[in-house]
């Protein structure tokens, strides 16, 4: 068997083909996190060391150091591994049914949906019965329906899902430009840094949510993502390699889009995490097929070191998560965009 591993279980009845050079990468990925993550852990106006970090973490830590890991900072750092995994994994499903490396959910309109929702608690509705999560979850879900219906033809999406979704996107940023503009200052100061994308003042009650989210839908979609290199080839091909193509597809849209507004009620609309990570996964691991878990691995990484550099590399001033991937994404866009353009 050339090109991986088979492993299979007890029964005979789970096979998992593993790529040597994916399973490296993965795991590389993996310590990267851990690494960063303690490193994150450790620095701050509180500083400490490893060892400390590690029983604070158990409980036997310095009094002040523990509070400080344990409430603040190690909600955020899991709210940060999460919303990236979740965001790679999403931006790897719709990259590939539209077959597009510019399918991701910040690019069709689903997290700037989202903020339209947010945006219509905050300020248009400030005192209804829903809070601002459940604004983006609303928001996120009606966009996502109107997009797929309208870029929806013959129970295909292709490049249509990445067309429509741009004109959606600037019609969803039209309203929320109008509903800041008729905001009063310190609602629309609170509505802008929301829709940035913050992990600032996240704790326990986003954390554990976003990963109760994840810990389903993050397997499911490796479950449900298995077919995606069949379905690239075409609907033809896949259809007579034994692939219900429509159920398939729709899945995997449902899938990328409740991994999509729950990475965006936890940490708002962070920008170019799910348009980057799928396609720097592809060259790590140099497949031209989706490596779902790679583009999870390397969305988290991102994240973080994203976070990290907002939190301590602009002295005392703290920036919002959304405006460090915004400017790694738009260097990112910019140099995929020329490359395809050299190869055109």
Known sequence: MSGGQLLGVASGRIALRMRPRTLTVS????VGVLVLGVWTLMTGDYPASPGEVVRSLVGHGPPGLEVIVNRFRLPRLLIAIAVGAALGVAGGIFQSISANPLGSPDIIGLTTGSATGALAVILVFPHAAVGVPVGALLGGLVTAALVYLLALRDGSLGSRLVLVGIGVTAI?????????????LADAQ????????????RGWSYAWPVWAACGVLV???LVLGRPLAILEQGDDTAAALG???????????????ALTTTATVAAGPVAFVALAAPQIARRLVRRATPSLGSAALTGSLIMVAADFAGQHLFGRT????GL??????GVYLLWLLSREWRTR
Do not use: D, K, M
């Open 190 to 201: 609170a509505a802008q840094l929301w829709i940035v994308g913050s992990l600032n003042g």
């Open 243 to 257: 692939v219900p193509v429509r159920r398939t597809r729709l899945s995997l849209f449902g899938c990328g889009v």
């Open 27 to 30: 795991t590389i990925l993996a």
């Open 172 to 184: 969803l940023e039209s309203v929320n430009g109008y509903l800041l503009s008729r905001a009063s």
């Open 324 to 329: 460090a991937t915004g400017a790694i994404g």
């Open 318 to 321: 703290q920036l919002p998560v």
């Open 219 to 221: 397997p499911v979609a």
